[in-house]
């Protein structure tokens, strides 16, 4: 969540922030190889502020994302188990440490950090959780994650489990590279505190807009953007390719780790397009409908090796290349769900 006690950006003008995401860009690329732990967090708390100027100023937003509290659960909800997560099943191997975001609150994680429980309002009540756990096992209990959810929705390629989760978007604007290549026109949609362990990121488009150049509509999910890496998957624009990659540590990216077949031209059409995450497998699926019914492209388990973990998981919707800078792809809708 972004800080409250970011910059304001009421009295900026577009190019200085521009500037500011030059910058940031250009520090991004110096500190990529940065093996100090310490420079490494300042880094990333810097961007998430960056970031919250840059949502506050491109397009305003419900004031509830910026100034919503992270609330503990009622006492009489205190913990929330996360057996689907992936972690070791033995609670001998748990321990309990302070909440990365909450620092206030505890969770339970595994020999390997991998969150087992958390949202707990002392450490003595999640030590009490192992304890119960450890009896409970050694009495026979199950803890096998749950099966995958079967497909078949409507509005996305699986029925909804929650109320949908609206977008942020970000322009469109021009984004620079660190590397010196030319500079894009782009428009992005976000969606931060991703909560659930198996989700759904949905989008609508319209691809009725000139393009400078070939490229992705890019979904990236299943981790975060500046701490532990998530999952960019791709469909072309041009050719309708289609496949998996990873973004281990931004802004290193390895597009097509997995291919999918190509599925054409996607210029002048309508169409909705899909990626889901499901935890516990470290499992990603793309998913196209144009008008004809969800297709499952392409799908991995532990894309080129990579496996994020993260306590809460962000989306974004990237897309860069089109030819004027107010005239980019409509986006009719971007969404996450539960399923």
Not at 27 to 55: G, P, W
Not at 237 to 256: A, I, S
Not at 300 to 305: A, N, S, T
Request: hydrophobic share 30%; charged share 35%.
């Amino acid at each position: 969540m972004a800080s409250k006690d970011a910059p304001k950006t009421e009295h900026l003008k577009l190019e200085d922030l521009e500037k500011v995401r030059q910058e940031f860009e250009k520090k991004i690329h110096e500190i990529k190889s940065e093996s100090d732990e310490t420079k490494r967090k300042e880094l990333s708390e810097a961007y998430d502020k960056f970031r919250y100027v840059n949502f506050r100023y491109w397009e305003p937003v419900d004031e509830t994302l910026d100034d919503k509290d992270e609330k503990p659960p009622e006492k009489d909800e205190d913990g929330r188990w996360q057996l689907d997560k992936g972690g070791n099943k033995d609670p001998k191997t748990w321990k309990v440490v302070p909440m990365l975001r909450n620092p206030n609150l505890f969770k339970i994680v595994d020999d390997k950090n991998v969150n087992i429980a958390d949202l707990y309002h002392t450490k003595e009540n999640a030590e009490k959780a192992i304890k119960d756990a450890i009896e409970k096992a050694e009495g026979g209990i199950d803890v096998t994650p749950p099966p995958q959810p079967e497909p078949g929705g409507d509005e996305g390629p699986y029925p909804a489990k929650s109320a949908k989760m609206a977008s942020v978007q970000r322009g469109p604007t021009q984004r620079n590279y660190a590397s010196g290549k030319k500079p894009d026109n782009t428009i992005e949609k976000n969606v931060k505190e991703i909560e659930f362990t198996d989700y759904q990121a949905v989008v609508e488009l319209a691809n009725d807009c000139d393009w400078a150049h070939d490229d992705n509509f890019s979904i990236k999910l299943g981790g975060t953007h500046m701490g532990s890496g998530w999952f960019d998957n791709s469909l072309e624009v041009y050719t309708g390719r289609t496949g998996l990659g990873v973004e281990p540590d931004h802004p290193d990216t390895d597009l097509f780790v997995v291919k999918g077949p190509s599925i054409g031209d996607t210029r002048g059409k309508r169409f909705k397009y899909a990626c889901t995450y499901f935890t516990a497998s470290n499992k990603t699926e793309l998913w196209t409908n144009f008008g004809d019914g969800w297709k499952k492209q392409v799908e991995g388990v532990d894309v080129g090796k990579f496996h994020p973990k993260s306590e809460v998981d962000e989306f974004q919707l990237r897309i860069d290349g089109f030819k004027e800078r107010n005239k980019p792809p409509t986006i009719i809708a971007a969404w996450v769900s539960e399923i």
